[in-house]
């Protein structure tokens, strides 16, 4: 006969799960006071559709002569814009909590976003034209392994703004110092001629030497443009009257070739006006960037996270000998392959100049012997008939310290990743490389979606040499950096 066991009642629940709080962040107590950004953020940032009204308001002006219609609608748009501006303030501010930034927006979608200053990588200041009229800069807040900039406070007086970027940076325990050539006032930008320069890597490049530059860059693309369609339409014209042909080619392609040939020379314009009174200085382990005709900025590019350079020359910089310097950074390199981009270390300048902002991105980088010809060794004659135009321009080689890939027609690029800063290696080979004997090595920087050292058509033999050499000098790199980025 067996005996029954009484049932047992199950234990009470605990109040809290067991084993330690998750971690992450903590959202600031409901009484702590927001700081708010300045009024006139909401209708700065609402510029651009103020601007098209505006401009459809002077078109119906023009064509009705109303003047009565115009005013009615400024006084509205006036209204509405107040009445919007003071309901987007009552949402809209930041709070600094512990180690966190907690920076808050929307009306109608509420959003509240976390930045973690432990991580954070770099605070830019930033100064469009809209906004320097008021003297109001925004903020760009860059957090190492994010998405490009994190996040962005806007707008906010310019002393505010700096004291703002200093608290940050103090928290992060990075240094805020910023020499006396990167300030963020107007008054700094309009220095005595003799002090310009002090304290900077290079001399500040002059307008007229980025103009002529950005002149030289976009005029073989330009002109090779006008001389295709001048041609055809002339031929076409003769063939087939050039009344019809005229109709034709402007509606299936001078029309549309006109409108990219206007945004390319506005694209031309606008690298210009971004690149003008250009500065570079280096306060410790961060390089200082100022930039800007009509829009300023100040950058701050971490000397620790650089992860590749670049040399860009243009077909008509070659005489001249000027050089574009490019650095990519690990944060901005784990952005989607689609907007990679990397941060202008010098817009233009001379082997000297490029020497030394070279040096300064990656120390004892030897750009010289990086750049002179025949640097880098060609790929086998056997691949030549793949890129024939291409071929004599292409080449990669292991120096000392860094592995260097040189690609371009046009515009002849050079890749300097340092060894430290490789991530992994890999050889691929397709099928026509397969049959000649052909592979291509990928070194791909730390974080570098989009951004890698490609060695093209290699021999085969050649290659697999190659990719152990690098995987062998890159671990005895990255073992002797403290901290470790790759």
């Known amino acids: 006969m067996t005996a029954e066991v009484p049932e047992e009642a199950a234990p009470p629940l605990a109040d809290l799960p067991y084993g330690p709080e998750p971690a992450g962040p ?38 009705s002569r109303n003047f009565l219609f115009a005013v009615y609608i400024a006084v509205a748009a006036a209204v509405a814009g107040g009445i919007a501006s003071l309901i987007a303030l009552q949402y809209r501010g930041f709070v600094i909590w512990g180690r966190e930034l907690h920076i808050y927006s929307g009306v ?29 800069a925004q903020l760009n807040i860059e957090v190492a392994g994010g998405d490009g900039t994190d996040a962005r406070l806007a707008y906010l007086k310019v002393d505010r703004a700096l004291a703002l970027r200093a608290e940050l940076l103090a928290i992060a325990g990075r240094p805020a110092a910023v020499p006396e050539t990167v300030e963020a006032t107007d008054e700094a930008e309009e220095a005595p001629e003799p002090d310009r320069d002090a304290g900077l890597l ?4 002059t307008v007229k030497r980025l103009a002529l530059a950005s002149l030289l860059e976009a005029l073989p693309v330009q002109v090779a443009a006008l001389l295709v369609f001048g041609t055809a339409f002339s031929v076409l014209g003769a063939i087939f009257g050039y009344d019809r042909v005229a109709t034709t080619l402007w509606v299936t392609f001078f029309a549309p070739a006109l409108l990219g040939y206007v945004q390319s020379t506005v694209a031309v314009v606008n690298r210009f ?31 620790d996270r650089v992860t590749g350079v670049s040399f860009v020359e243009p077909v008509l910089w070659r005489s001249r ?57 060609r790929p086998p004659r056997r691949a030549r008939w793949r890129m024939p135009l291409r071929w004599k321009r292409t080449g990669a080689a292991l120096t000392e310290r860094a592995f260097v890939v040189r690609h371009g027609l046009w515009v002849n690029v050079h890749v300097a990743v340092p060894y430290a800063r490789i991530q992994s290696v890999r050889v691929t080979q397709g099928r026509v490389q397969r ?49 470790r980025l790759s």
């Open 26 to 63: 903590s959202a600031p107590p409901a009484g702590v006071q927001r700081q708010r950004l300045h009024p006139l953020t909401p209708l700065l940032e609402s510029f651009r559709f103020f601007a098209a009204a505006a401009a459809a308001v002077g078109i119906q002006v023009f064509t």
């Open 108 to 136: 109608f979608t509420r959003s509240h976003r976390t930045v973690p200053l432990d991580r954070l990588q770099s605070v830019d200041l930033s100064r469009p034209i809209r906004a320097r009229l008021f003297g109001l």
């Open 202 to 205: 290079v001399p500040q490049t």
């Open 273 to 303: 006006l971004r690149n003008g009174r250009f500065r570079i200085a280096r306060d410790g382990e961060n390089l200082l960037i100022q930039r800007g005709l009509t829009d300023t900025s100040h950058e701050t590019v971490p000397v």
């Open 321 to 377: 000998r000027w050089r574009r310097v490019e650095v990519w950074t690990a944060a901005v390199a784990q952005q989607s392959s689609m907007s990679v981009k990397s941060t202008t270390a010098l817009p233009v300048g001379g082997p000297e100049e490029v020497a030394v902002v070279a040096g300064a991105a990656v120390p004892d980088l030897p750009s010289d012997a990086v750049l002179r010809q025949g640097a880098v060794e």
């Open 435 to 483: 049959m000649q004997g052909l592979a291509t090595v990928r070194a791909m920087a730390a974080g570098g979606l989009g951004h890698d050292a490609v060695a093209v058509h290699r021999d085969v033999r050649e290659a697999v040499a190659m990719a152990a050499e690098l995987r062998e000098r890159a671990d005895a790199a990255a073992a002797l950096e403290r901290p």
